[in-house]
């Protein structure tokens, strides 16, 4: 396919080298240059300039920016697109909200409720749910996506299966409900309808979003199976040992994930990571807490010491002394700038002031020459990019407030931890068309200017 984008100011970055085929070059257009042309054919960029020769179908570019497409580093789309069939208890702090708005799902088997906010009434169980919801099976899931609580209908259905070790039990030795990280196992035993993937990926492609790195742990044959294909956007995969590359995605570094509440001993990540090596994957560990972090970077040097590739995920604590090693280490860190906007006001209530500059670094590392890159962690904070670009240069929670402000990114740098790529000839043809100037952008940095999105040489998303 043939595609010329007439009348357009091109602008080219380039992500955090997390990848080997990755580039840190970063070329600007003053503001002010004359629009230019710029050329698509088999899914690159055959050539860039003015007034180039007509005889291919034409994009209107209007003088406005065209940038490389959007990546999200970090997110679990699964995950994301059953969360659309789902009752939201986002924000729902009071009994008599949650009741009612379960009471108003859809009708169908399941209720599917997330976004469960433990304020409400602590960690709830399946006695909990049975009065909030009786009769229908009901399957919780809790703000962080740790815990799924099932009622006493949902648990019926599993009468007869051994439980998992992740089932907690009470003193009796009987189930109360709450499965903690156990998505998988109760997705093999309660299976659901396959959520509508296509749908998900127009609507991310109405983001700017053209590569999506899917960072859910457990990840494996079966789950490529779904994912390949299914979505206009290019998709890495990390996951387990099980899962090797394959048509359709590019594969991953393997995940590790460490759970504060429940580690796995540094013998075992390390093994772990040794045999990451012998099949030739990069490790990408879930380090939220500076106890994940620290066990993490114990296990790299028990296990030989990081290697090219190797990324922490979230880094959602890394306290002023962590940098140094990390920058020494060579690890690159994929944040998640979202989560001081969407979880800013409590993290106000419950971490020290003299620490939430530690909260989801980014200024520092960059100082300390640390790569960096951003994902949303969707659907645990918004998928929205841009609301991750302006957290990651504004530093602010909902509410307005300031969260660690010298931990802020200038706007460029913001927008590069999402903006992969060059606009050049021979490389590929992931492109995001936008309202306004450079400056524009930088300056309100929002969903609503993307006018297209090109995947591959072609329209995938046009107003």
Known sequence: MRLLIRNVHPW??????????????????PEGSKAMDVLLEGGRIAAAGPRLPRGAPELDGGGGLLLPGLHDHHLHILALAA???????????DEGAIIAALAAAPPGPWVRAVDYDERAAGLPDAATLDRWLPGRPLRLQDRTGALRVLNSAALAQLAGMALPPGAERDSDGCPTGRFWREDRWLGAALPQALPDLAALGAELAGLGLCALTDATAHNGP?????LAGAMPQRLVLMGSEALLAGTGYSLGPL?????????????QLAERIGAARRLG?????????????????????????????????????????????????????????????????????????????????AASLARAGIALAAGSDAPYASVDPWRGIRAARDRRTAG?????????LDALSALRLYCAGRIEKGQPADLILLDGTLDDVLDDPCADRVRATIIGGRPVFGR
């Open 83 to 93: 969360r659309r069939q789902s009752v939201s208890l986002a924000g729902l702090l």
């Open 12 to 29: 080219g970055g380039a992500a955090a080298d997390l990848l080997p085929e990755g580039s840190k070059a970063m070329d600007v257009l």
């Open 400 to 408: 307005g407030a300031l969260l660690g402000e010298g931990e802020r």
């Open 281 to 361: 994957r990069a490790v990408a560990a879930h380090c939220v807490t500076e106890a994940e972090l620290a066990l993490y970077l114990a296990a790299l040097a028990m296990a030989g010491g990081p290697r090219r590739g190797d990324r922490i995920e979230h880094g959602g604590m890394i306290p002023p002394a962590f940098v140094p090693v990390i920058a020494d280490a060579g690890l690159a860190v994929v944040t998640n700038p979202a989560f001081i906007h969407d979880r800013g006001e409590r993290y106000r209530a419950t971490v020290p002031p003299e620490q939430w500059g530690a909260l989801y670094p």
């Open 255 to 267: 995940k590790l994930l460490i759970d504060e509440r429940d580690p796995p001993a540094l013998e």
């Open 222 to 226: 079966a789950e490529a199976a779904i």
